[in-house]
């Protein structure tokens, strides 16, 4: 009798609050509800050349922008003018790294509304 008992409290704990405290929390804002997940950049930044960022859920344009310089939580960072940007599709920006952007190593997110990115180390170069 006890076995069962706790069985059912367990069972019960499990289907209520287990499954949903497991899954990921998101937020839908604007509209956007998945987290940006950046996978590779093409290379290191050099002023003046271009970088290829590849990922999923990058948003485009109009909605996302690229911040260069935050520090590995994301805070900070120098935003990539909307001239910088070659190309951009939901899994894949092209930009040139602008003159003015800050030298040393970092790291580079796409913001999407208000969902950050993962972030992945990048360095600009003179």
């Known amino acids: 009798m006890r076995v069962f ?4 409290l367990l069972t019960a704990g499990v289907v209520g609050l287990g499954f949903t405290s497991c ?11 998945v987290t940006p997940v ?11 050349q271009n970088v290829t960022v590849q990922g999923r859920y990058l948003g485009g344009p ?3 922008r690229v911040v260069l310089g935050a520090d590995s939580g994301g805070a900070g960072g ?15 920006i092209v930009f040139t790294v602008p003159a003015n952007a800050p030298v ?5 997110f796409v913001q999407v509304g ?5 972030g992945l180390p990048f360095s600009v170069v003179q």
């Open 78 to 92: 120098y935003v990539l003018p909307a001239n910088a940007i070659v190309s951009w599709t939901d899994s894949q």
């Open 5 to 8: 008992f706790l069985t059912s």
């Open 62 to 64: 109009s909605t996302a």
């Open 104 to 108: 040393g190593g970092s790291w580079l």
């Open 23 to 33: 899954a990921p929390q998101t937020q839908a804002v604007a509209g956007i509800t």
């Open 114 to 118: 208000d969902m950050r990115s993962t």
């Open 38 to 48: 950046l996978f590779k950049l093409s290379s290191a930044g050099v002023r003046g």
